[in-house]
Structure formats: structure tokens, C-alpha cells
């Protein structure tokens, strides 16, 4: 769990806003979630009839234990300081997952439900900060969810939060102008700077005045949407960014976070092949400004581990019959969760912190992984270049850890030890890489290079503290895309050309390969020389 920080070095500072001063500031994440029907174990009667207890479908306290520690396990790996929850069944569904959470050494004190309207799923939060006020926002008729609305105090500072669920694509866009009107009517009563986030489930696209406009079934509003048009995050065709949130004269605009990251990214749902992001985290102008909440520039990204896709598909929770049937009791959700991080530091452009950096900070390989993406000025002593191809390179400080330069690397030397001020950091598809270095200096040769590899084949490879590293020799058999090795352990396998692919139950050896992350760990073979036919 993060603590507000007494004393912290210039560059973690620099990370939650320009001109921060030491002994001041938290950091904190937040997190959105549709976990897909969390149920207790009461009968209600509002329940759906496949999560009844004791029906025909086998919902019962094992498949409620399996569920409930299945989504506790993402929020734990998440670790963030406020959930934002959307289909928990009940006040009892969420003291089940809160308890869980506990038990795994993830406490959260504070808790909220929307509970107002009898509805079969409702909007939740999990908090580590107290929540201060809670009121519902309600929407249509009765069996319509009501929009949870919460205000948090971090640090003295409220922090307004607005958890939304809205109607599903099973309808028109007209059902979700209900939710986006009674939404747009409660913000219109905040102040200008008040920092707000919109957060949830909105069942719409970031950019659904694109997409849904030639859909029939979905545009009987005349091209009109709620999450873009009445929520105002596109004035005219255009969405809104970060310049024009900022420049605006106003308030009445917002900016979707979907936008900090790549186009190819933009998805926390994968229906039979089409990608949608129905889940979203909507800010406000006033978490750009310099007082109370700030958003940490560039810090927006979904959650997608490996152990959250089955088959390349989401893994959700699991029935027979395609989805129909008997729960299976395996599984998580439909959605993968979205994540943002946040500060009490004043807001700072992404592209500025380097600026404000006079000198730049000595920090080891190991530090990189604390800091967020983008612009750094950062010095690397005694990197050991261990891995070369093209302008791509690994390095790995001794008895320390490796990183990825990629496509930095063209001047570098395999075996040569370099200081180096690295300049740009990177996360793709989860891995953290070096884009951009300066004033490398060569400072000798390394006389011991085996020092530097993992050749113990005992190791587990896709270990989160293995990323980046260069297996020096192990043996195994490959089979539908895995490498199974040791005692009974298995990763991925990245092969960059067909060719280098070997068949299937192939007895091989890996030599000198590194350990990548693409959604998930995977050995990465790039050259002929790194594969053995045993």
C-alpha cells in the first residue's frame, strides 16, 4: 500500500507535479472495474435467474468463493487506493469481496453502494481514503441503476467521484441519454474548479459519435450520444484533449483518459472479435489546475496481465452451453479494469519534467521500474550491454537488473559497460523499455559476462523480476506456442520470423534469449542461433 510521503527524492517528486516541494504529497491510483455479476448467496428475488442460489444454473457457495476470490486477486495485484465497482449484487457482495481483500493483506476501511433502487447489479466503492458524503443520482425509472456519487477526502482535499453504470447496447443510445442528462444536471451544480472524475461502465465507446453513427439499432438520437455530446467530452467533430481542457475559458468540457494511450489500446472489452472501451475515467479541468487533486499526466492504461486472457480472449466468468449454462467456476469478467494515478501535488504537463530537472538524477536500473512513462533525465552507471539485434539492446547493471533499450541502441557495443543518461521511458503492452538515451560513454569491458544471464533452469521465468533478463542456456519442449521447462514451468514463446518456429513437441534448447512482455511474459527468439533442435 502507497503512504503519503515525508521525504522523497527530486525525481519520484517530479512524478506528481511540477514545482512540488519535499515533505508535501501523495500519490495514489485509482481503479474501475466491472466485475460481471458478483451475487450473494441471498435470494432477493431481483436477482438474474442463472445467479439464484441453489438453481438450475449451480450458483452456489463454491462458485461464490471461487468469484469472489478470483476478482479479489486482480484488485490486489492492482493495489490501488480507491475502487470504483460496477455489478455488486449487494451491501453483502462487497463486505464479501472487502473481507477477501483483507485476508490477502489488502485493506480498504471505507465502502458506499448504490442500494436506492432494487436493481439486479449496482455501482460500489472501495476506499483507503474516508469517504465524506455519498448520494445517488437517480435515472429514469425504478429498475434503472442510480449513478453512485462520493466525495473522498485525500489529504483534506475532496476528490468528487461519480461511479456509472449505464444501460447496455442491448437498447438504443436514447436509454443512455437518461443516465448522461441526470449525470450533466448534478455537475452543472459544482463550482468550476472542483475536481471531478466520471467514472464506470458508460456502455459507450470514447468515440462513439463515431462508431455507433451507421449503427441503426443504436443512433435513434440523430447522431446525439451521451458520453460525447451531453457529457461534453468532443465540441463539434472534434474530441476534447488535454490542450483544449486546459485553454478552455469554462469548465463545461471534459477529457476522456482513453486518449493518453495508443489508438491500438483503447479497449477493455472483446465481444467476438470487435474491441470496445465502454469502460471509461472522464476528468475534469479542474485536476489540471495547481490546488487540491491533480491527475498524473500520462498515467492512464488498462490492466491486462497474461492470466486475464484465456485462448487470446478475455478470460470472463465461465458457464457452459457458450455462456448459457451451469457456472464452471472459473473466470474473472467481461471487462478488463482501467487504472489512473493522481496526486496532491500540483498538475504537470508530462513533457515538462524534464525541464524542470537541472541535473539529472544518478538512479539505478532497478529505479526505472518506479517511474512512470515519458520524458526522464535520469543517469545509469555501469550498464552492461548483454544482449544486441539491430538498434535494439538489453542492459543489466551487475547483481542488479535489465531493461530493454529499444531502438536507442545503434551505437552500443555488446560486452562494453557504458554510463548513460537515459531520456525516455516507454511501457508497451505492459514492458517497461528505454526509447531515447544521451552521453553514452563507454567505461570498459566486461571480463565476466556470465555473470549476467540466468542459467538456473529451477528459475521462474515469467516472475515479474525476470522481465528483460537474458536466459543464458535452457532446455524444453515446445508445444502450441509454450516452452515447458524445469519442474513442470511453462512460458510463452515470441518467435519474430515463422521460420524460427519449431513444431509442435519439440525437444529444444534456448540459448542467450530474452525475456520480453507483451500482455505477458514470453521468451522472445530473434535469431536462428538462439534455437536447438535436441
Known amino acids: 500500500m502507497k503512504q503519503f510521503i515525508s521525504h522523497i527524492p527530486i525525481f519520484l517528486l517530479l512524478l506528481f507535479g511540477c514545482g512540488a516541494s519535499p515533505g508535501y504529497g501523495a500519490s495514489f491510483k485509482i481503479v474501475s472495474y466491472n466485475v460481471e455479476n458478483l451475487f450473494d448467496m441471498h435470494a432477493d428475488v431481483t436477482e438474474y ?33 480507491i475502487i470504483a465497482l460496477q455489478e455488486i449484487e449487494s451491501e453483502n457482495a462487497l463486505v464479501l469481496l472487502q473481507e477477501r481483500l483483507s485476508l490477502m493483506g489488502v485493506k480498504y476501511s471505507y465502502a458506499e453502494i448504490a442500494v436506492g433502487r432494487k436493481t439486479p447489479v449496482r455501482c460500489a466503492v472501495l476506499s483507503r481514503f474516508p469517504i465524506i458524503l455519498k448520494e445517488e443520482i437517480r435515472v429514469g425509472h425504478d429498475n434503472e441503476r442510480s449513478i453512485l456519487k462520493v466525495v473522498l477526502d485525500i489529504e483534506n482535499k475532496p476528490l468528487v467521484l461519480y461511479v456509472n453504470h449505464w444501460k447496455s447496447k442491448s437498447g438504443p443510445e ?73 485553454q478552455q475559458k469554462d469548465c463545461q468540457y471534459v477529457y476522456n483518459l482513453w486518449l493518453e494511450i495508443p489508438e491500438s489500446r483503447r479497449w477493455s472489452v472483446n465481444f467476438f472479435g470487435q474491441k470496445n472501451s465502454p469502460d471509461s475515467m472522464i476528468v475534469s479541468k479542474g485536476l489540471y489546475d495547481k490546488k487540491g487533486i491533480s491527475y498524473v499526466d500520462n498515467s492512464f492504461d488498462k490492466f491486462d496481465p497474461d492470466y486475464l486472457f ?9 458457464r457452459a452451453a457458450r455462456g448459457k449454462g ?11 479494469p482501467i487504472y489512473a494515478e493522481f496526486s496532491t501535488e500540483p498538475f504537470c504537463f508530462a513533457s515538462q519534467q524534464t ?28 550498464g552492461v550491454v548483454i544482449y544486441k539485434q539491430s538498434d535494439h539492446a538489453v542492459i543489466k547493471q551487475k547483481n542488479g537488473r535489465a531493461i530493454y533499450v529499444y531502438k536507442a541502441a ?29 552521453d553514452a560513454k563507454a567505461v570498459g569491458r566486461e571480463a565476466d559476462m556470465n555473470a ?83
Not at 438450475?56 to 461464490?64: P, T, V, Y
Not at 468515440?207 to 461534453?232: A, L, M, P, W
Not at 539529472?360 to 521500474?369: G, H, K, M, R, V
Not at 540466468?454 to 528459475?459: E, K, L, R, V
Request: glycine share 8%; aromatic share 12%; charged share 25%.
Open 174 to 246: 436514447s436509454r443512455r441519454l437518461k443516465y448522461a442528462g441526470a449525470l450533466a444536471a448534478d455537475i452543472l451544480k459544482l463550482a468550476c474548479d472542483v475536481d471531478f472524475i466520471l467514472i464506470g461502465d458508460f456502455n459507450s465507446d470514447y468515440n462513439e459519435y463515431e462508431t455507433f453513427k451507421d449503427e441503426s439499432r443504436f443512433n435513434d438520437t440523430h447522431g446525439i450520444t451521451g458520453i460525447n455530446h451531453i457529457i461534453k467530452t468532443v465540441k463539434g467533430t472534434q474530441i476534447v484533449d488535454e490542450s483544449f481542457l486546459t
Open 410 to 438: 545503434k551505437e552500443l557495443q555488446y560486452g562494453i559497460k557504458y554510463d548513460m543518461t537515459v531520456t525516455q521511458l516507454n511501457r508497451y503492452y505492459g514492458n517497461l523499455e528505454i526509447t531515447d538515451i544521451k
Open 310 to 318: 484465456d485462448d487470446n480472449k478475455v478470460f470472463r466468468w465461465q
Open 452 to 534: 549476467y544471464y540466468i542459467n538456473n533452469s529451477a528459475t521462474d521465468f515469467a516472475a515479474p523480476d525476470f522481465r528483460n533478463e537474458v536466459i543464458e542456456q535452457v532446455n524444453g519442449i515446445y508445444e502450441n506456442g509454450w516452452f515447458h521447462y524445469g519442474d513442470d514451468r511453462k512460458i510463452k514463446v515470441y518467435f519474430s520470423g515463422r521460420i524460427l518456429k519449431p513444431r509442435n513437441f519439440s525437444a529444444i534448447t534456448f540459448s542467450y534469449v530474452r525475456i520480453g512482455f507483451h500482455r505477458h511474459p514470453e521468451i522472445i527468439v530473434e535469431k536462428m542461433d538462439q534455437i536447438q533442435m535436441n
Open 355 to 382: 525541464q524542470i530537472l537541472s541535473e539529472p538524477e544518478s538512479l539505478s536500473i532497478a529505479d526505472l521500474y518506479r517511474l512512470k512513462k515519458g520524458p526522464v533525465n535520469v543517469v545509469i552507471h555501469d
Open 49 to 81: 435467474p442463472e445467479f439464484r442460489p441453489g438453481g438450475a444454473f449451480g450458483w452456489d457457495s463454491n462458485m461464490l468463493d471461487v468469484k469472489v476470490g478470483n476478482i479479489a486477486s486482480v484488485l490486489k495485484d492492482l493495489d490501488s487506493e
Open 326 to 336: 451451469r457456472h464452471l467456476g472459473k473466470g474473472y469478467s467481461d471487462h478488463l
